[in-house]
């Protein structure tokens, strides 16, 4: 299945949605990936300017793979 996400919420959202289907607490959550709770509890609300490097970290725990798309002339090897 493929979700859009456009906005810090929808990225929230769907990391909530994710974790609650697979019955984890945000606790555990943040222990699976090397986090801290607070952490969660931010990405979750949507807030803008949570670090990448700890969102790749949220999403490798949930199993949720990342994929960008955009023009298709762009050479993926520069």
């Not at 019955?23 to 803008?48: D, H, M, W, Y």
């Not at 700890?54 to 798309?69: E, F, H, K, P």
């Amino acid at each position: 299945m493929t979700t859009l996400i456009e906005t810090p919420q929808h990225l929230g959202n769907f990391v909530r949605q994710t974790r609650k289907a697979l019955r984890l607490t945000q606790p555990q959550l943040a222990l699976a990936s090397g986090v801290g709770v607070r952490f969660i509890v931010e990405l979750e609300a949507g807030k803008p300017t949570v670090r990448l490097e700890n969102v790749l970290r949220v999403l490798q725990a949930l199993g949720i793979t990342l994929a960008a798309s955009g023009l298709d002339d762009i050479n993926e090897d520069p």
